[in-house]
């Protein structure tokens, strides 16, 4: 699984080979990933892939939670190169954090043939997904209704299954990992009015075969 959020262009995507993996991608290590594997950790690397720079102060608010472990656990995941401190921003009471730019993989070959690199794995992309499906609910148990007609007729809810092969199925992988990638590079830094952060989810596994549990 792999995540190219950036601040104002937020998207992921099916796991890119490493053919089509744009050079800005970063494979998490065993040690990035066992700092990450941390819900609350996981939340706020989130957080500032959608919304782009926080405080200890800002995530505290989001999250309901101190600002005193806020920081804490922004400390552990800077000093695993996962997010960096605002050049020229803030004070020494007041710190910027951000994530830094390029999409990362939380899939690491290495990582995953040891019982807790599959587990740090397992954590981050098991929070990953709870945050980004209760978005998705959130939406439409209450954007649907609130959101201005114009941003309900922008958005996409859809779901489809098709009858593939392996091949078939990594090249619509591929060709979806691109107009996400395009879109995301062209619009990733963009601000301006009507500007507000944009979740692109895309989706593809298969399903157990007939008979298999489902």
């Known amino acids: 699984m792999s995540s190219d ?3 104002n262009g937020p998207g992921e995507a099916t796991e890119p080979d490493e053919a089509t993996r744009p050079k800005d991608y970063r494979v998490l290590d065993a040690g990035a990933l066992r700092a990450l594997a941390h ?20 995530l505290a608010a989001r999250l309901g939670e101190s600002s005193g472990a806020t920081s804490y656990h922004l400390r552990a ?22 994530r830094p ?33 209760q978005q998705l609910v959130d939406y439409v148990n ?4 609130n959101e201005p007609e114009t941003w309900q007729e922008s958005s996409l809810l859809s779901t489809s299954t098709a009858r593939m092969t392996v091949e078939q199925t990594q090249k619509l ?5 691109a107009l996400v990638d395009a879109a995301t590079d062209k619009y990733r830094d963009q601000q301006g009015e009507g500007v507000r952060p944009v979740t692109i989810r895309a989706d593809i596994f298969p399903l157990p075969n007939e008979g298999e549990a489902s």
């Open 173 to 177: 992988g591929r060709e979806i990992q």
């Open 77 to 98: 995941l800077a000093a695993h190169d996962l997010i960096r401190e605002v050049e020229g921003r803030g004070t020494g009471r007041e710190r910027w954090w951000e």
């Open 5 to 7: 959020d950036q601040p």
């Open 142 to 145: 209450r954007g649907i209704i």
């Open 101 to 133: 730019k390029g999409g990362v993989t939380f899939a690491n070959p290495e990582a995953m043939r040891t019982p807790s690199g599959r587990a740090a794995t397992q954590l981050v992309m098991a929070e990953f997904f709870r945050r980004r499906q």
């Open 39 to 58: 819900p609350l950790r996981v939340q706020i690397y989130d957080i500032l892939s959608q919304y782009g720079p926080q405080t200890a102060s800002s």
